[in-house]
């Protein structure tokens, strides 16, 4: 059995904001922005939504798969910024694409959302409860994003990415070949957003700071440098690999710097290692499957080579997965 990426696809908002349009909203420059973040624009949705980024990501990683939208068994969608509370996302995308027989939902584990619904959706397969899945990131952080606050304004873009993945049924060797991901609950504090007024919690006034996201990015930093490591040492043990023997790390797109972090705590060439964070932000659980879909669709990816994608969020959660394209 071989539980593999088919198709890859992407969508991401119109509206760009850069750096130079941050300045003038808050006490930021573009190149404090760019030395500490490696960003210098983002996609920020205005007419798109969660759902109608999803579906469109999905239809092109369904298209790029050849597969159509009434053969999927299995929809999930990562998402910590949903437009809707009822239904969720994942049915309303399975909705737009009129895929009838998918059985649809969603996963918030924040921007380690696209890798532990892709572990998910890996376990319903190898269980045989379906032979094909579609995985999506897709958030709309503007709607929840402090805009007063340059320390974490400047961090974060809307987009969505998609994978079509399927038992090949054939034994070359493609695939996932291993997974690995956890939770730190007791860290929570470092990044959360309450997102709504809830009793007894946010009484007895509601202030609206309430409604967006908080972060000590500091600390963020820290466990991020620390724990996605361990995690891809994790998912390297049960491929049987090195840290070497991958060709391509696809990472959570939070900050170069992080990137740059982990590479050299692996003791791997940062060419092994492509970032898209300049052009799009931190998309949260969409930033993995929106890098991995450019790099598929400019041939940067060839068939046979060793990928590990590996992120972290908000909760604390973290995750990492390899796999032979
Ligand atoms: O998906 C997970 C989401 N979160 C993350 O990945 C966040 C991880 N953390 C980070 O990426 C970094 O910690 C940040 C980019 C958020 C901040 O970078 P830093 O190098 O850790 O800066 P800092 O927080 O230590 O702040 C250094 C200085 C402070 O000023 P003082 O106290 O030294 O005078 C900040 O007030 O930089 C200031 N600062 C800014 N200055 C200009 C913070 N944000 C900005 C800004 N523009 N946007």
Redesign the pocket.
């Known amino acids: 059995m071989g539980i593999a990426i088919l198709g890859t696809g992407s969508a991401l908002p119109e509206k760009i904001l850069t750096n130079f349009d941050?300045e003038k909203m808050?006490?930021?420059?573009d190149e404090?922005?760019r030395k500490?973040?490696g960003m210098r624009e983002r996609h920020i949705g205005e007419k798109e939504t969660v759902a109608s980024l999803a579906a469109t990501a999905c239809k092109r990683a369904l298209e790029n798969a050849g597969r159509t939208a009434d053969s999927v068994d299995l929809i999930i969608v990562a998402t910590c910024t949903t437009e809707m509370l009822l239904p969720c996302a994942a049915c309303r995308v399975q909705n737009m694409l009129g895929a009838e027989h998918a059985i649809a939902f969603d996963i918030n584990a924040?921007?380690g959302g696209f890798l532990f619904a892709l572990n998910t959706a890996h376990h319903y397969i190898a269980s045989g409860a379906c032979k094909n899945a579609l995985i999506v990131g897709s958030e709309v952080l503007s709607e929840i994003i402090d805009w007063t606050d340059?320390?974490?304004?400047?961090?974060?873009g809307d987009g969505s990415g998609a994978v079509y993945v399927e038992d090949t049924g054939t034994e070359d060797g493609s695939g996932i070949t291993g997974m690995s991901q956890g939770s730190n609950g007791m860290a929570g504090s470092m990044?959360y957003c309450r997102g709504r007024v809830v009793k007894g919690e946010t009484e007895p006034e509601i202030n609206s700071e309430d409604l967006l996201v908080h972060?000590?990015?500091?600390?963020?930093?820290k466990?991020?440098v620390r724990q996605v490591p361990v995690c891809i040492k994790k998912a390297l043990d049960m491929a049987g690999l090195k840290p070497e023997d991958i060709d391509l790390y696809i990472l959570?797109q939070?900050?170069k710097?992080?990137i740059e972090s982990i590479a050299k705590s692996l003791k791997t060439d940062i060419e092994r290692f492509p970032m898209n964070i300049e052009k799009t932000g931190?998309t949260?659980s969409a930033?993995i499957p929106i890098l991995l879909d450019e790099l598929n669709r400019e041939g940067r990816i060839k068939k046979g080579q060793r990928i590990m994608l590996s992120?972290?969020?908000?909760g604390m959660t973290f995750g990492a997965c390899a796999m032979v394209w």
């Open positions: 941050l808050v006490d930021t420059t404090w922005i500490r973040t924040a921007c340059r320390g974490t304004c400047v961090l974060f990044l972060m000590n990015g500091g600390e963020v930093f466990f991020a959570h939070a900050n710097r992080i931190n949260s930033s992120g972290f969020g908000a």
